[in-house]
């Protein structure tokens, strides 16, 4: 079956970095996406990686992909207070209709 | 959101009524869905439709319709709203590619 997990809250300060963590258990993933959701918005995708790469960089945002053990990552360098959102891993397979499963999104605070 | 609007944006209304919530795109993406989002559950497929008049369930579809008559427009009605209904629902599209774009979303109160 599928199943997305990540944890719910993650505080960082101004300039450090921040690494959202999540696990996935449906090993014929084809895609796995990171959306960002502000305060009374919609999702806006941040990025996205194939299953068959392990690492994809853009700009500040470094996503790695662990497939043996079904885990993803979304690191930001440099997190600014405009980067505080809920951060959404979701994963689509090659299940014919195209639909995404997410998890239950991360909280990301960014303290000045 | 660009290319993608949803309406109504908020919207209040009685147990047992009928609600439609309106989905349009200007992208000619071949794939539409809807979801909804509820704390602690992230975003729930409800239906999706691969094509004009071609619809197909989600996970948590129970107490929902759908309805594709043209390729820009993608309808979800509630046919006796409930209160556990009250969600904020979005839309999504998506073209030939897995990669999928949302709108801005609708806020439900059901009373």
């Known amino acids: 079956g599928e199943d997305v997990e990540q944890s719910l809250f993650l505080s960082v300060r101004e300039g450090d970095s921040s690494v959202i963590n999540c696990t996935y258990t449906?090993?014929?993933?084809?895609?796995l996406y990171w959306y960002k959701q502000e305060p009374g918005a919609g999702l806006q995708l941040l990025t996205y990686i194939f299953s068959n790469m392990d690492m994809k960089q853009d700009q500040r945002l470094t996503v790695l992909l662990n497939k043996k053990d079904k885990h993803l990552s979304l690191r930001i360098a440099d997190t600014q207070t405009g980067d505080s959102a809920i951060y959404f891993c979701a994963e689509s397979t090659d299940t014919g209709r195209r639909a995404l499963t997410f998890g239950s999104g991360t909280r990301l605070q960014v303290q000045p | 959101d660009a290319g993608i609007t949803q309406s109504p944006r908020h919207k209040v209304t009685e147990t047992g009524t009928p609600v439609t919530l309106r989905c349009h795109q200007t992208?000619?993406?071949?794939?539409m869905y809807w979801y909804r989002q509820d704390p602690g559950h992230g975003l729930r497929l409800i239906h999706y439709s691969y094509g004009v008049k071609d619809t197909d369930k989600g996970e948590v579809s129970d107490g929902y319709s759908v309805s594709r008559s043209k390729t820009e427009d993608f309808l979800l009605t509630l046919e006796s709203a409930t209160s556990s209904q009250t969600s904020v629902y979005f839309c999504a599209i998506s073209d030939s590619q897995e990669t999928q774009y949302f709108g801005p979303g609708t806020r439900l109160l059901v009373l």
């Open positions: 449906d090993s014929s993933s084809t895609y």
């Open positions: 992208e000619n993406h071949r794939y």
